[in-house]
């Protein structure tokens, strides 16, 4: 087992959600030991809200919840690396990836 | 332009690091304005090391570094998703990606 490093961002892990069929990276979001739980108990994921500060079971109201694939863990256990399969778009935009703009200076 | 949110962070930007070539995602960093600024300015990935409160310019001890390929904002402008061409490993321990180790729950 991985003790993973919850300390560093007071209480939270960053956490890249990938498709797993696409390899599109999704989302970054923040789980807190709760979140990370019942993320492995239900196979779904589950972050922690910083704005809101709940809990958070993504899709629960959008119905676009993510099937976990697979879980990896950084070199340092700071940061999540999830493989999941989305039932739908990830962004509260309705993009498929939170990602949709390329970043282009100011001339 | 996109004004980027520096300052949910303290001052830092999430960064996931996505290979350009195999999408696999091979790190997630941290950068301040400077380092985002010599990160467009040079087209390698420059980082602010939140351990060693440096400046880090990726690859500059080790010859890996990150040649800059695109980079996207996410929805709230606070993480940066950058596909990078490497020049070698991403991780410190000689893997090509930070997240090499599948998260196994102790039983």
Redesign the interface.
Same mark, same amino acid.
């Not at 697979?70 to 340092?76: E, L, M, P």
């Not at 939170?98 to 282009?104: N, T």
């Given at each position: *087992? $991985?003790a993973l490093d919850f300390k560093?961002e007071s209480g939270l892990i960053?956490t /890249?959600i !990938?498709d797993a069929r696409t !390899? !599109? /990276?999704l *989302? /970054?979001a923040y789980m807190n030991a709760e979140s990370f739980e019942r993320t &492995?108990a239900t196979g779904e994921t589950w972050f922690w809200s @910083?704005s809101r500060q709940t809990l958070w079971h993504k899709g629960e109201t959008s119905g676009n919840i993510q099937k976990v694939q697979? $879980?990896? /863990? =950084? %070199? =340092?256990a700071d940061? &999540? &690396?999830i493989s999941v399969l989305p039932a739908g778009p990830a %962004?509260?935009?309705g993009?498929t990836s %939170?990602?949709? @703009?390329?970043?282009? @200076?100011?001339e």
């Open positions: *087992m $991985i560093k960053t /890249v !990938q !390899q !599109q /990276v *989302m /970054v &492995l @910083r697979s $879980i990896a /863990v =950084d %070199c =340092d940061t &999540l &690396l %962004c509260h935009t993009h %939170c990602f949709y @703009r390329a970043y282009a @200076r100011k």
